[in-house]
Protein backbone atom coordinates (compact mmCIF):
# COMPACT_ATOMS: atom_id res chain seq x y z
CA UNK A 1 0.00 0.00 0.00
CA UNK A 2 1.41 3.39 -0.69
CA UNK A 3 1.71 6.07 1.41
CA UNK A 4 -0.97 8.13 -0.27
CA UNK A 5 -3.49 5.47 0.03
CA UNK A 6 -2.73 4.59 3.89
CA UNK A 7 -5.81 6.81 5.18
CA UNK A 8 -8.11 5.22 2.63
CA UNK A 9 -7.00 1.72 3.14
CA UNK A 10 -6.97 1.59 6.82
CA UNK A 11 -10.12 2.92 6.62
CA UNK A 12 -11.40 -0.44 4.67
CA UNK A 13 -9.00 -2.35 6.69
CA UNK A 14 -11.12 -1.50 9.88
CA UNK A 15 -14.77 -2.24 8.48
CA UNK A 16 -13.27 -5.74 7.27
CA UNK A 17 -12.20 -6.09 11.63
CA UNK A 18 -8.55 -5.45 11.01
CA UNK A 19 -6.65 -2.89 13.34
CA UNK A 20 -3.38 -1.48 12.94
CA UNK A 21 -0.61 -2.35 15.26
CA UNK A 22 3.41 -1.72 15.90
CA UNK A 23 5.23 -5.17 14.32
CA UNK A 24 5.84 -6.14 17.82
CA UNK A 25 2.03 -6.52 18.63
CA UNK A 26 0.94 -8.98 16.08
CA UNK A 27 -0.50 -11.75 17.25
CA UNK A 28 1.73 -14.97 16.91
CA UNK A 29 5.22 -12.62 15.93
CA UNK A 30 8.38 -14.84 16.25
CA UNK A 31 11.30 -15.14 13.60
CA UNK A 32 10.11 -17.80 11.24
CA UNK A 33 12.28 -21.12 11.17
CA UNK A 34 11.98 -24.26 8.73
CA UNK A 35 8.87 -25.64 9.84
CA UNK A 36 7.79 -22.22 8.66
CA UNK A 37 9.46 -22.50 5.32
CA UNK A 38 7.58 -25.81 4.86
CA UNK A 39 4.17 -24.39 5.62
CA UNK A 40 5.15 -21.38 2.82
CA UNK A 41 5.67 -24.22 -0.01
CA UNK A 42 3.01 -26.24 1.11
CA UNK A 43 0.54 -23.04 0.90
CA UNK A 44 1.81 -21.78 -2.36
CA UNK A 45 2.09 -25.32 -4.51
CA UNK A 46 -0.12 -28.29 -2.94
CA UNK A 47 -3.26 -25.05 -1.44
CA UNK A 48 -2.52 -23.14 -4.17
CA UNK A 49 -2.84 -25.64 -7.14
CA UNK A 50 -5.84 -27.65 -5.64
CA UNK A 51 -7.58 -24.27 -5.30
CA UNK A 52 -6.56 -23.34 -8.50
CA UNK A 53 -8.14 -27.02 -10.36
CA UNK A 54 -10.83 -27.01 -8.24
CA UNK A 55 -11.92 -23.24 -9.20
CA UNK A 56 -12.16 -22.95 -4.72
CA UNK A 57 -13.36 -19.23 -4.36
CA UNK A 58 -12.07 -17.63 -1.44
CA UNK A 59 -14.38 -15.83 0.89
CA UNK A 60 -11.88 -15.60 3.87
CA UNK A 61 -11.95 -11.33 3.31
CA UNK A 62 -13.17 -10.27 7.11
CA UNK A 63 -10.59 -10.92 9.43
CA UNK A 64 -12.41 -13.32 10.86
CA UNK A 65 -13.84 -14.79 8.46
CA UNK A 66 -13.02 -19.16 7.79
CA UNK A 67 -14.45 -20.26 4.70
CA UNK A 68 -14.38 -20.85 0.90
CA UNK A 69 -16.49 -22.64 -1.26
CA UNK A 70 -16.34 -24.39 -4.59
CA UNK A 71 -19.00 -25.18 -7.23
CA UNK A 72 -19.35 -28.97 -8.60
CA UNK A 73 -21.33 -30.09 -11.43
CA UNK A 74 -22.14 -33.01 -9.54
CA UNK A 75 -23.55 -34.49 -6.35
CA UNK A 76 -20.96 -36.94 -5.29
CA UNK A 77 -22.08 -39.89 -3.06
CA UNK A 78 -23.67 -40.03 -0.63
CA UNK A 79 -25.67 -36.93 -1.27
CA UNK A 80 -29.53 -38.07 -1.87
CA UNK A 81 -29.48 -36.31 -5.03
CA UNK A 82 -29.33 -37.29 -8.42
CA UNK A 83 -25.49 -37.23 -9.68
CA UNK A 84 -25.73 -34.73 -11.94
CA UNK A 85 -27.15 -32.19 -9.40
CA UNK A 86 -25.00 -29.49 -9.39
CA UNK A 87 -23.60 -28.37 -5.73
CA UNK A 88 -21.47 -26.24 -3.82
CA UNK A 89 -18.28 -27.67 -1.51
CA UNK A 90 -17.03 -25.76 1.86
CA UNK A 91 -13.83 -25.83 2.42
CA UNK A 92 -12.30 -24.41 5.47
CA UNK A 93 -9.88 -22.03 5.31
CA UNK A 94 -7.04 -23.82 7.44
CA UNK A 95 -4.23 -21.25 8.64
CA UNK A 96 -7.10 -19.19 9.74
CA UNK A 97 -8.83 -21.19 11.83
CA UNK A 98 -5.80 -22.64 13.48
CA UNK A 99 -5.19 -19.35 13.92
CA UNK A 100 -8.79 -18.12 15.54
CA UNK A 101 -8.50 -21.71 17.52
CA UNK A 102 -5.09 -20.74 18.87
CA UNK A 103 -6.63 -17.64 20.71
CA UNK A 104 -9.90 -19.83 21.52
CA UNK A 105 -12.42 -22.67 20.67
CA UNK A 106 -15.44 -20.73 21.36
CA UNK A 107 -13.72 -17.75 18.66
CA UNK A 108 -13.28 -20.17 16.29
CA UNK A 109 -16.64 -21.82 16.78
CA UNK A 110 -18.05 -18.43 16.13
CA UNK A 111 -16.49 -17.32 13.19
CA UNK A 112 -17.43 -20.64 11.85
CA UNK A 113 -20.94 -20.51 11.94
CA UNK A 114 -20.54 -16.46 10.96
CA UNK A 115 -18.47 -17.66 7.80
CA UNK A 116 -21.77 -19.64 6.41
CA UNK A 117 -23.38 -16.12 5.93
CA UNK A 118 -20.33 -15.59 3.45
CA UNK A 119 -21.13 -18.47 2.07
CA UNK A 120 -24.83 -17.73 1.48
CA UNK A 121 -23.94 -14.04 0.31
CA UNK A 122 -22.11 -15.78 -2.31
CA UNK A 123 -24.43 -18.49 -3.09
CA UNK A 124 -26.59 -15.40 -4.10
CA UNK A 125 -24.01 -13.34 -6.34
CA UNK A 126 -21.72 -15.13 -7.81
CA UNK A 127 -22.66 -16.86 -11.04
CA UNK A 128 -20.78 -20.28 -10.68
CA UNK A 129 -22.83 -20.96 -7.52
CA UNK A 130 -26.27 -19.87 -9.18
CA UNK A 131 -27.32 -23.48 -9.77
CA UNK A 132 -25.88 -25.01 -6.71
CA UNK A 133 -28.80 -26.92 -5.45
CA UNK A 134 -27.27 -27.97 -2.39
CA UNK A 135 -24.10 -26.91 0.18
CA UNK A 136 -22.23 -29.43 1.61
CA UNK A 137 -18.68 -30.36 3.54
CA UNK A 138 -16.67 -33.54 4.28
CA UNK A 139 -15.39 -32.81 7.89
CA UNK A 140 -14.72 -33.78 11.30
CA UNK A 141 -16.53 -30.56 12.27
CA UNK A 142 -19.51 -31.99 11.72
CA UNK A 143 -21.18 -31.42 15.25
CA UNK A 144 -21.08 -27.84 14.95
CA UNK A 145 -22.52 -28.35 11.35
CA UNK A 146 -25.20 -30.62 12.67
CA UNK A 147 -25.91 -27.64 15.66
CA UNK A 148 -26.16 -25.38 12.54
CA UNK A 149 -28.85 -27.55 10.42
CA UNK A 150 -27.00 -29.66 8.57
CA UNK A 151 -27.65 -33.16 8.08
CA UNK A 152 -25.26 -36.10 8.66
CA UNK A 153 -24.44 -38.85 5.78
CA UNK A 154 -22.08 -41.44 6.96
CA UNK A 155 -18.79 -41.82 4.23
CA UNK A 156 -18.20 -45.39 3.05
CA UNK A 157 -15.49 -46.71 5.70
CA UNK A 158 -12.43 -46.85 2.87
CA UNK A 159 -13.41 -42.77 1.91
CA UNK A 160 -13.58 -41.80 5.77
CA UNK A 161 -10.23 -43.30 6.29
CA UNK A 162 -8.65 -41.64 3.19
CA UNK A 163 -10.14 -38.02 4.41
CA UNK A 164 -9.25 -38.83 8.29
CA UNK A 165 -5.75 -39.27 6.81
CA UNK A 166 -6.23 -35.78 4.81
CA UNK A 167 -7.24 -34.05 7.49
CA UNK A 168 -4.26 -35.68 9.73
CA UNK A 169 -1.59 -34.65 7.30
CA UNK A 170 -3.49 -30.29 7.27
CA UNK A 171 -2.96 -30.87 10.90
CA UNK A 172 0.55 -31.76 11.05
CA UNK A 173 1.30 -28.50 8.43
CA UNK A 174 -0.77 -26.29 10.39
CA UNK A 175 0.65 -27.13 13.50
CA UNK A 176 -2.63 -27.40 15.65
CA UNK A 177 -2.34 -29.01 18.97
CA UNK A 178 -6.18 -28.73 19.88
CA UNK A 179 -7.26 -32.76 18.57
CA UNK A 180 -10.57 -32.38 16.53
CA UNK A 181 -13.93 -32.87 17.62
CA UNK A 182 -14.67 -35.95 16.62
CA UNK A 183 -12.42 -38.75 15.32
CA UNK A 184 -14.06 -39.66 11.86
CA UNK A 185 -14.73 -37.27 9.16
CA UNK A 186 -19.01 -36.97 7.67
CA UNK A 187 -21.11 -35.39 5.00
CA UNK A 188 -22.95 -32.62 6.22
CA UNK A 189 -25.43 -31.29 3.87
CA UNK A 190 -28.54 -28.47 3.40
CA UNK A 191 -30.35 -27.91 0.38
CA UNK A 192 -29.88 -24.59 -1.30
CA UNK A 193 -33.15 -23.35 -0.06
CA UNK A 194 -32.49 -24.43 3.61
CA UNK A 195 -29.27 -22.70 4.29
CA UNK A 196 -30.54 -19.34 2.25
CA UNK A 197 -33.54 -19.16 4.57
CA UNK A 198 -30.52 -19.72 7.39
CA UNK A 199 -28.27 -18.08 6.84
CA UNK A 200 -29.26 -15.80 3.71
Do not use: C
Not at 87 to 93: G, I, R, W
Amino acid sequence: MLPEQLAEGLGHLRALGYRPVPVRDVPGWRPAGPRDLLLHVYTHTVEANFAREHGVIDLAVRADAVMRVAALDHAPAPLPLPRDTPTAELHLHSPRIVGLSGRSALTAYRAYLRSLKDVAAAMKARPELQEAQAVFAVTLFHAQLEQGGFALLPLPPLRARVYGLGFRVLRLVYGTARPPSEPQPKLAWMTREAFLAKYG
